[in-house]
């Protein structure tokens, strides 16, 4: 067996460096991929190692393997504080019973599920964009969840108590099971949920990160204009913003008209708000030359025409670089 601890305690820099040892052995061939190794923290970051040519049987305290072209975590690579595999975009296979704190399996956009019997504190599943099943023996033992991005899970068990619970993105998320509660928040952020279970009624809410209210999540038709645009938390009415939607700006009193033109769908006009403590909200209302149909296009505050602003919606700077092809 080789262990890079060294008796009886050895000091940070003697166990970093035994680590590193073990590291260099297994990434340069020299060690037997078939002998376990015990050690304290493994980091094989950057190495191009596959799982073959890793050891069979690894116990340690930190395992990274982040962005290694793995397609599998073979059961006999145990880490009890840290299981790192953001990256690993071959991944597609995790071990039934997977056990420990943290388990970070961000932008591993193979893993269709998470493995059976799974026992974590902590999951970072965030950009997982082909994840689709959370088995009910999974479990996330009281830390937190991100599964941000995550646009194809359709469902979730009752996940008992969570610190957070994060699903901004995951749109096709329509439905949370009762029973799962959070200590801190829950960010629902542009994803298909539009009710919440019993058991998270009066959780604390997020807006893509923002701090928000339960009127802003789910009944942002109610909110008022001019109690909106009052708000002094920047971050908070940018959201409101957001949620609304600009047409609902169209009528107050403060809106500026910076210029107007027309195209084939007829006049366009660069409007303006005030807000306080930020940077104006601009947009450009245009109709559809097909439909009719009234657009508010959101642009930066900078534009000062018409033009210029639907130029930068095309990806150019400069308006003059820009040939608008009229729809026959």
């Given at each position: 067996?080789?262990?890079?601890?060294?008796?009886?305690?050895?000091?940070?820099?003697?166990?970093?460096?035994?680590?590193?040892?073990?590291?260099?052995?297994?990434?340069?061939?020299?060690?037997?991929?078939?002998?376990?190794?015990?050690?304290?923290?493994?980091?094989?970051?950057?190495?191009?190692?596959?799982?073959?040519?890793?050891?069979?049987?690894?116990?340690?305290?930190?395992?990274?393997?982040?962005?290694?072209?793995?397609?599998?975590?073979?059961?006999?690579?145990?880490?009890?504080?840290?299981?790192?595999?953001?990256?690993?975009?071959?991944?597609?296979?995790?071990?039934?019973?997977?056990?420990?704190?943290?388990?970070?399996?961000?932008?591993?956009?193979?893993?269709?599920?998470?493995?059976?019997?799974?026992?974590?504190?902590?999951?970072?599943?965030?950009?997982?964009?082909?994840?689709?099943?959370?088995?009910?023996?999974?479990?996330?033992?009281?830390?937190?969840?991100?599964?941000?991005?995550?646009?194809?899970?359709?469902?979730?068990?009752?996940?008992?108590?969570?610190?957070?619970?994060?699903?901004?993105g995951c749109e096709r998320l329509t439905?949370?099971?009762?029973?799962?509660?959070?200590?801190?928040?829950?960010?629902?952020?542009?994803?298909?949920?539009?009710?919440?279970?019993?058991?998270?009624?009066?959780?604390?809410?997020?807006?893509?990160?923002?701090?928000?209210?339960?009127?802003?999540?789910?009944?942002?038709?109610?909110?008022?204009?001019?109690?909106?645009?009052?708000?002094?938390?920047?971050?908070?009415?940018?959201?409101?913003?957001?949620?609304?939607?600009?047409?609902?700006?169209?009528?107050h009193p403060g809106i500026r008209v910076?210029?107007?033109?027309?195209?084939?769908?007829?006049?366009?006009?660069?409007?303006?708000?005030?807000?306080?403590?930020?940077?104006?909200?601009?947009?450009?209302?245009?109709?559809?030359?097909?439909?009719?149909?009234?657009?508010?296009?959101r642009v930066p505050p900078a534009m000062?025409?018409?033009?210029?602003?639907?130029?930068?919606?095309?990806?150019?700077?400069?308006?003059?670089?820009?040939?608008?092809?009229?729809?026959?």
């Amino acid at each position: 067996m080789f262990k890079s601890r060294k008796a009886p305690f050895p000091t940070k820099a003697e166990q970093a460096k035994a680590d590193k040892a073990v590291v260099d052995a297994i990434a340069s061939g020299r060690h037997d991929p078939a002998l376990p190794v015990e050690a304290c923290r493994l980091d094989f970051t950057g190495f191009r190692l596959s799982a073959s040519q890793l050891p069979r049987d690894i116990t340690c305290r930190e395992l990274l393997l982040a962005k290694l072209p793995i397609d599998e975590v073979l059961p006999g690579w145990r880490a009890s504080s840290l299981l790192s595999l953001e990256g690993c975009a071959s991944l597609i296979r995790l071990p039934q019973g997977l056990s420990t704190a943290t388990l970070n399996i961000s932008q591993c956009v193979a893993l269709k599920q998470l493995p059976q019997a799974m026992s974590v504190n902590y999951l970072n599943a965030s950009q997982c964009t082909a994840l689709e099943e959370w088995p009910e023996s999974a479990q996330v033992r009281s830390g937190g969840v991100d599964l941000t991005g995550c646009v194809r899970v359709t469902r979730l068990p009752a996940i008992g108590n969570v610190s957070f619970l994060n699903l901004a993105g995951c749109e096709r998320l329509t439905e949370l099971a009762d029973g799962t509660t959070v200590s801190s928040w829950l960010d629902i952020s542009r994803s298909g949920i539009r009710v919440l279970p019993p058991s998270l009624e009066g959780a604390p809410l997020r807006w893509g990160g923002v701090l928000v209210t339960e009127q802003i999540v789910f009944r942002p038709e109610t909110l008022e204009v001019d109690k909106v645009l009052q708000d002094r938390n920047i971050e908070r009415r940018r959201v409101c913003v957001e949620r609304m939607g600009p047409a609902r700006f169209l009528s107050h009193p403060g809106i500026r008209v910076l210029d107007t033109d027309s195209d084939r769908g007829g006049t366009r006009r660069l409007l303006q708000i005030p807000l306080r403590g930020d940077e104006p909200l601009a947009v450009v209302d245009v109709r559809c030359p097909s439909t009719g149909r009234q657009y508010l296009v959101r642009v930066p505050p900078a534009m000062r025409t018409c033009r210029q602003a639907m130029a930068w919606t095309a990806g150019f700077d400069n308006p003059d670089e820009v040939e608008f092809v009229e729809e026959t």
